[in-house]
């Protein structure tokens, strides 16, 4: 039986089905990509079984390629807050009060002193309240032993300068 484009026998129309199955279930739950690769052959074989020239094989294969995206955005617009696609979605928070935080506060050591355990060049380890922690200079050398102070604090980065004329 011949169409608009091209013949379609059931062996071609049942690839071109299976390939648009396969191309939707890589959409929504993205793997290794053997769906998504499936797909993409079983849609090309159909295409060209289907088509008896490369015009109708390539307008076969935008209109596929559009029908693709519109389902795409239909499922995405219907698949928020659907009952279908709610195990898709992370429904949990990771709160701060439950011990959940992505980084430490170090504001509580602003102003105070600590010990260079390591050479700060500008980075290394300072210890202060008998903690080790990560710490960085404005850029000059501080050997190991010398005392510093604590003068910034931007997120987990602890600034710290050199307390003059104190080695120990």
Do not use: H
């Not at 062996?11 to 396969?22: E, F």
């Amino acid at each position: 039986m011949r169409y608009l484009l091209g013949d379609w026998t059931l062996i071609t129309t049942l690839l071109y089905v299976t390939g648009i199955i396969l191309l939707v279930i890589e959409g929504l739950i993205p793997g290794l990509g053997i769906a998504g690769i499936g797909g993409v052959i079983c849609v090309f074989v159909s295409v060209f079984m289907i088509t008896s020239n490369l015009f109708e094989a390539l307008l076969l294969l935008v209109v596929t390629i559009a029908l693709m995206a519109l389902s795409l955005v239909v499922m995405y617009k219907a698949g928020i807050g659907s009952k279908y696609m709610k195990f898709l979605i992370l429904k949990t928070e990771q709160k701060s009060e439950e011990g959940y935080v992505s980084t430490k506060d170090y504001k509580k050591y602003l102003g105070k002193q600590a010990k260079a355990e390591s050479a700060l060049r500008p980075s290394g380890f300072i210890i202060i309240e008998g903690i080790r922690i990560d710490a960085v200079t404005q850029g000059e050398y501080i050997d190991k032993g010398n005392m510093v102070e604590v003068i910034k604090v931007e997120g987990s980065s602890m600034i710290v300068k050199k307390i003059n004329g104190e080695d120990l």
